[in-house]
């Protein structure tokens, strides 16, 4: 694979711009509104779309930006304060952002140097563990590797609210379960405007968080058949 490598000089072409590596200026990853953590993000994944941002959020513009692993989207200019990298191979991330930025009320133009790390994205899918729609409307279910079906460790958690859709055995749309979240669909308090019956199709797709790097994937939609 190969690696595409910014020369120094490129970051140089003009004599105002200063290169620094302090924590106060750079380009961080943010957290989706439902995080549990606080922080620096660190990670990203491979082959996919990481969106950067400049730590002086809504007045710093990235000029240009560059990375020694994969491909830096570059931002209109002048103009923004985000941009997409997609490493190629898991390791090391360098991000050189050449930005405009406000310090001390004056307006400067500097590079600077954030470090990441790329790792690859599972494939996930989920499981039935137990199916008594019928009996106690309860459906639980587990999160599994795609191809080696094996339930993942406590190092992923469903991470967003989902409400799965029913249809019944001539794929018509029946209705929806309540809201869930985790894995575990009750609607055992819930007084459903349809019975479901045997043979309907359960619907959904959830985001899985890796709780060790807090990067969201989404798992496979699932289509449970009721039995």
Same mark, same amino acid.
């Given at each position: 694979?190969?690696?595409?490598?910014?020369?120094?000089?490129?970051?140089?072409?003009? %004599?105002?711009? $200063?290169?620094?590596?302090?924590?106060?200026? *750079?380009?961080?990853?943010?957290?989706?509104?439902? +995080?549990? !953590? =606080?922080?620096?993000?660190?990670?990203?994944?491979?082959?996919?779309?990481?969106?950067?941002?400049?730590?002086?959020?809504?007045?710093?513009?990235?000029?240009?930006?560059?990375?020694?692993?994969?491909?830096?989207?570059?931002?209109?200019?002048?103009?923004?304060?985000?941009?997409?990298?997609?490493?190629?191979?898991?390791?090391?991330? %360098?991000?050189? $952002?050449?930005?405009?930025?406000?310090?001390? *009320?004056?307006?400067?133009?500097?590079?600077?140097? +954030?470090? !990441? =790390?790329?790792?690859?994205?599972?494939?996930?899918?989920?499981?039935?563990?137990?199916?008594?729609?019928?009996?106690?409307?309860?459906?639980?279910?587990?999160?599994?590797?795609?191809?080696?079906?094996?339930?993942?460790?406590?190092?992923?958690?469903?991470?967003?609210?989902?409400?799965?859709?029913?249809?019944?055995?001539?794929?018509?749309?029946?209705?929806?379960?309540?809201?869930?979240?985790?894995?575990?669909?009750?609607?055992?308090?819930?007084?459903?405007?349809?019975?479901?019956?045997?043979?309907?199709?359960?619907?959904?797709?959830?985001?899985?968080?890796?709780?060790?790097?807090?990067?969201?994937?989404?798992?496979?939609?699932?289509?449970?058949?009721?039995?």
């Amino acid at each position: 694979m190969i690696r595409f490598v910014v020369p120094i000089i490129l970051l140089l072409i003009s %004599t105002n711009v $200063a290169i620094t590596q302090t924590d106060s200026i *750079g380009v961080f990853l943010q957290r989706d509104e439902n +995080s549990p !953590f =606080t922080g620096p993000k660190k990670y990203m994944w491979v082959d996919m779309k990481n969106i950067v941002t400049s730590t002086q959020v809504g007045v710093g513009k990235l000029l240009k930006v560059y990375t020694n692993n994969g491909r830096a989207d570059q931002p209109a200019y002048y103009t923004a304060d985000q941009c997409a990298i997609t490493p190629l191979v898991e390791g090391d991330v %360098t991000v050189m $952002a050449v930005q405009r930025v406000l310090v001390g *009320g004056i307006w400067d133009t500097v590079t600077t140097v +954030s470090s !990441f =790390t790329a790792i690859e994205q599972p494939e996930i899918r989920l499981m039935v563990l137990e199916d008594s729609l019928r009996e106690a409307c309860k459906l639980e279910f587990f999160l599994a590797d795609k191809y080696k079906f094996r339930p993942l460790d406590n190092s992923y958690a469903v991470a967003n609210t989902f409400e799965p859709l029913v249809f019944d055995k001539d794929n018509e749309l029946v209705g929806k379960l309540p809201k869930s979240r985790g894995t575990v669909i009750d609607c055992s308090v819930t007084n459903l405007p349809f019975k479901i019956e045997k043979g309907y199709r359960i619907v959904f797709q959830v985001m899985v968080r890796d709780m060790q790097t807090d990067l969201l994937v989404p798992a496979d939609e699932w289509v449970h058949i009721v039995e």
